[in-house]
């Protein structure tokens, strides 16, 4: 799927992952673009337009993008080399955690809370989001279970607002 041959609307979150698992098997389009600068996680904009927005992610383990939503915007993500660790919120139990390894995606909509963190000593993952990110939810959980959201804009950096509760 190429960028220029995709419909003049927003995406769908199953059309997203096509995209980013298409992105994910052609590495000549990214792969020039990986780095690893001083264990800080490196992104790079692939593409952007009024209904999509495409990055590249290289990741470390000490990488947490902290919980967040991704405001009204469905997404994907392609794990290409290492892996991730997706953990979903749970109030009161133990928050889900899922190992994304290399070759693997998944998608999710705007209502999808998550936080992301590099598992591997190096990691790599393309993450598609339509329609574009403008704003992003950004949670912390206190130690009695209460969440709170702060709104930040897509170019804010997320990382973690409070320790891993």
């Given at each position: 799927?190429?960028?220029?041959?995709?419909?003049?609307?927003?995406l769908?979150?199953h059309?997203?992952?096509?995209?980013?698992?298409?992105?994910a098997?052609?590495?000549?389009?990214?792969?020039?673009?990986?780095?690893?600068?001083d264990?800080?996680?490196?992104?790079?904009?692939?593409?952007?337009?009024?209904?999509?927005?495409?990055?590249?992610?290289?990741?470390?383990?000490?990488?947490?993008?902290?919980?967040?939503?991704?405001?009204?915007?469905?997404?994907?993500?392609?794990?290409v080399?290492?892996?991730?660790?997706?953990?979903?919120?749970?109030?009161?139990?133990?928050?889900?955690?899922?190992?994304?390894a290399?070759?693997?995606?998944?998608?999710?909509?705007?209502?999808?809370?998550?936080?992301l963190?590099?598992s591997?000593?190096?990691?790599?993952?393309?993450?598609?989001?339509?329609?574009?990110?403008?704003r992003?939810?950004q949670?912390?959980?206190?130690?009695?279970?209460?969440?709170?959201?702060?709104?930040?804009?897509?170019?804010?950096?997320?990382?973690?607002?409070?320790?891993?509760?």
């Open positions: 799927m190429a960028f220029e041959s995709l419909p003049a609307r927003s769908d979150r059309e997203l992952r096509r995209l980013v698992d298409d992105l098997a052609r590495p000549e389009t990214w792969r020039e673009l990986v780095d690893f600068p264990g800080k996680r490196h992104y790079v904009s692939l593409y952007r337009d009024e209904y999509l927005d495409v990055w590249l992610l290289c990741w470390t383990p000490e990488n947490d993008t902290g919980w967040h939503d991704h405001d009204i915007s469905s997404g994907a993500v392609a794990v080399d290492g892996a991730l660790k997706e953990c979903n919120p749970r109030i009161g139990g133990e928050h889900v955690e899922v190992e994304v290399a070759g693997t995606s998944f998608s999710f909509g705007p209502e999808h809370i998550h936080r963190v590099g591997a000593d190096r990691s790599v993952s393309i993450h598609a989001y339509s329609p574009p990110l403008w992003l939810g949670y912390s959980i206190d130690d009695g279970g209460v969440m709170r959201r702060v709104s930040v804009s897509y170019a804010d950096e997320l990382r973690p607002l409070d320790e891993v509760a």
